[in-house]
């Protein structure tokens, strides 16, 4: 097995091509029509090509652990603090000390070493049925704990990093025991069981199985753009207290990036008034530079105040959030 690990690492390095002349190695865990958009548009305006390599989060990062310091991989882009977090920890990602990011980025955006940056956000909010809640009836991610919302409520796995990030974020806030007593009473509320996607507990909702759920706001806005008009809407939890609980998809240069100093140059434009439209766009998210106004459609579910503790800490109370969650028998 270790020969064939070897074997496949080199035919890994031989599989992109050696650079001639200006060119970038971006390796991501963002789909391909999200982010190709970014990269054409930066080659148009500076003439520097980008050559990308897209996959699940796992699977680059055991990559860039292995290439090491051969890696042709100038800039790592995924999505969730969580995983940024987890990149940085294991050294793969440098250090940026860069002004115009740092002007761009807000300080709870980005990673308090310097080590990566947010470039969109989403908010993970409460979601719920317009024919059978109102409003009013809604207030914090607490209150869904509420003994008026058993039976009502649905959520996603607990497998998925945006529910572990959720939780550990609430740890941050909280500490461990009034968290797992939290997420306990959701699980006691629980209409079904859990779901493998934000979409699924949205058409449960429709469906009439729930009445409430959790969502990043980006799944609604996909739902909505097919079924315009559809009997859902958003509620921005928390605006007396702390904010709204926001994840990022972000980026990183790389701890042996050949090109370092072209790949800052892309991230800080990654950061600019000018591409972040276009990045958080393409997704339905929030741009990360505040400058920077969302698009008419994300724009229209309303303004909200965020939680500004910094995003890093759903990395690193990410293994707590876990175990919190089998401890609830959150599935």
């Given at each position: 097995m270790r020969g064939l690990s070897v074997m496949l690492s080199c035919v890994i390095l031989l599989s992109?091509?050696?650079?001639?002349?200006?060119?970038?190695?971006?390796?991501?865990?963002?789909?391909?029509?999200?982010?190709?958009?970014?990269?054409?548009?930066?080659?148009?305006?500076?003439?520097t090509e980008i050559k990308f390599i897209t996959d699940k989060e796992g699977p680059l990062l055991e990559r860039l652990k292995a290439e090491g310091k051969n890696?042709?991989?100038?800039?790592?882009?995924?999505?969730?603090a969580g995983n940024l977090w987890l990149a940085a920890s294991v050294g793969v990602l440098a250090k940026v000390?860069?002004?115009?990011?740092?002007?761009?980025?807000?300080?709870h955006l980005r990673d308090p070493d310097d080590r990566w940056f947010g470039l969109s956000v989403r908010a993970r909010t409460i979601v719920y049925s317009t024919a059978r809640v109102k409003p009013a009836d809604l207030s914090t991610y607490e209150a869904l704990g509420d003994s008026k919302w058993k039976g009502r409520l649905c959520l996603r796995t607990s497998k998925k990093v945006y529910n572990q990030s959720l939780v550990a974020m609430l740890i941050a806030r909280h500490e461990e025991p009034k968290t797992e007593k939290l997420v306990k009473s959701w699980v006691a509320n629980l209409a079904t069981d859990v779901f493998p996607d934000d979409t699924k507990v949205m058409e449960a909702i429709l469906a009439g199985q729930c009445d409430v759920g959790i969502v990043n706001t980006y799944y609604f806005g996909r739902l909505e753009k097919k079924q315009p008009g559809l009997p859902l809407a958003l509620f921005w939890p928390n605006q007396k207290d702390r904010g709204v609980h926001v994840n990022v998809s972000g980026a990183g240069i790389t701890a042996h990036a050949p090109h370092r100093a072209e790949a800052v140059k892309f991230l800080e434009w990654l950061s600019s008034e000018k591409a972040q439209n276009l990045f958080a766009d393409e997704n339905l998210e929030y741009p990360?530079?505040?400058?920077?106004?969302?698009?008419?459609?994300?724009?229209?579910?309303?303004?909200?105040k965020?939680?500004?503790?910094?995003?890093?800490?759903?990395?690193?109370?990410?293994?707590?959030?876990?175990?919190?969650?089998?401890?609830?028998?959150?599935k």
């Open positions: 992109v091509p050696a650079f001639a002349g200006e060119e970038l190695v971006v390796y991501s865990a963002r789909n391909e029509q999200l982010i190709k958009p970014l990269f054409d548009a930066y080659s148009a305006e500076t003439g890696t042709p991989a100038d800039m790592l882009v995924t999505v969730d000390n860069s002004k115009t990011l740092k002007a761009n980025i807000p300080a990360a530079n505040p400058k920077v106004k969302p698009a008419q459609s994300v724009a229209a579910w309303g303004k909200f965020q939680d500004t503790i910094n995003v890093s800490k759903a990395g690193g109370l990410q293994a707590k959030a876990v175990m919190l969650m089998d401890r609830a028998g959150y």
